[in-house]
């Protein structure tokens, strides 16, 4: 009789358990050096138009209004409730990923039809994508609770002050609509029906480092939620041999089992780039009778 899994651990996605002596941390690849932090670079050269791209990151980063939004965001979340950040560091941390991740999909050659459906162009993607990852959160200003819907209406003003100065008035609806889609869809409980959208959903979830998990989890708390924040010491998006992207997760110990299964996985769940984006956790702490050796989702 085969023994049940552990508490935490999902089996609705396959992946394999290695039990015993377990690759040793060199084994997963090196972050780039010239790049360690994998921010978005508007210097550098790009698997996609980045031009209009650059032009609203600048624009938004020196916007005053949604600078104090990712202030203003944070207060309710962590300030009244106690819960992990959601304010400036972690939009900054999923802009970064959510662009690293499309860049990666982009390279892997992977279609994107959230700007192409609206007959935008293809320089209008990182845009759609930039955007949303900048304003997903806002809604925690009206309530930690229900936040994707609250962000809907208040992102709506933020980009209808905005893209009038990018687009024409077309232009500017459609892809407004595709940064709404994307807002919402960052929710699991709605479904992504665009790869934009998609990239969202997932690069949320990839802020996990040292603590920032997107699992709600009580400052100086010892529940689960607590304890596996900060079992994760590192995350890495890298080109994949087998799918375009490979998402590279260093856990300190077991308890990030939990972070990947109850998180990652749900987020990649119904994504649409489930099948493009692959997993792998590996316990880093060298220790022999680990209870879990490496996860791949």
């Known amino acids: 009789m085969s023994a049940a899994p552990a508490p935490g651990v999902c089996t609705r996605f396959p992946r394999r358990l290695f039990p015993g002596?377990?690759?040793?941390?060199?084994?997963m690849t090196q972050p780039d050096q010239s790049n360690p932090t994998r921010a978005y670079d508007p210097a550098q050269s790009h698997a996609f138009p980045d031009g209009r791209l650059n032009d609203v990151l600048e624009y938004v980063l020196n916007d005053e209004a949604v600078t104090a939004y990712l202030t203003a965001q944070n207060v309710n979340p962590v300030t009244r409730k106690g819960y992990n950040d959601h304010g400036a560091k972690h939009i900054e941390i999923v802009r970064n990923r959510a662009l690293r991740l499309y860049?990666?999909?982009?390279?892997?050659?992977?279609?994107?039809?959230?700007?192409?459906?609206?007959g935008l162009s293809e320089a209008d993607e990182p845009v759609i994508?930039?955007?949303?990852?900048?304003?997903?959160?806002?809604?925690?200003?009206?309530?930690?609770?229900?936040?994707?819907?609250?962000?809907?209406?208040?992102?709506?003003?933020?980009?209808?002050?905005?893209?009038?100065?990018?687009?024409?008035?077309?232009?500017?609806?459609?892809?407004?609509?595709?940064?709404?889609h994307a807002i919402l869809c960052h929710?699991?409980?709605?479904?992504?029906?665009?790869?934009?959208?998609?990239?969202?959903?997932?690069?949320?979830?990839?802020?996990?480092?040292?603590?920032?998990?997107?699992?709600?989890?009580?400052?100086?708390?010892?529940?689960?939620?607590?304890?596996?924040?900060?079992?994760?010491?590192?995350?890495?998006?890298q080109e994949g041999d087998d799918a375009p992207v490979l998402v590279e997760i260093e856990m300190q110990n077991a308890a990030g089992v939990y972070q990947v299964d109850n998180l990652l996985k749900e987020k990649l769940h119904r994504s649409g780039i489930e099948d493009d984006v692959r997993i792998v956790a590996l316990n880093s702490t060298g220790e022999g009778d680990a209870l879990v050796e490496r996860i791949e989702l």
């Open 21 to 27: 002596s377990h690759p040793t941390l060199p084994e």
């Open 103 to 118: 860049a990666l999909l982009k390279r892997g050659g992977v279609p994107f039809n959230g700007a192409t459906d609206q």
């Open 129 to 180: 994508v930039a955007l949303a990852a900048t304003l997903h959160d806002i809604g925690h200003v009206v309530h930690r609770d229900d936040h994707a819907y609250y962000s809907i209406p208040l992102a709506a003003d933020v980009l209808d002050r905005i893209l009038p100065e990018f687009y024409d008035p077309a232009d500017a609806v459609r892809v407004k609509g595709e940064v709404l």
């Open 187 to 237: 929710h699991t409980e709605e479904t992504p029906l665009t790869t934009e959208a998609g990239v969202i959903r997932v690069a949320d979830g990839l802020d996990m480092e040292h603590g920032r998990s997107r699992l709600p989890y009580e400052r100086g708390g010892r529940g689960i939620n607590t304890l596996s924040s900060q079992a994760i010491s590192r995350v890495a998006l």
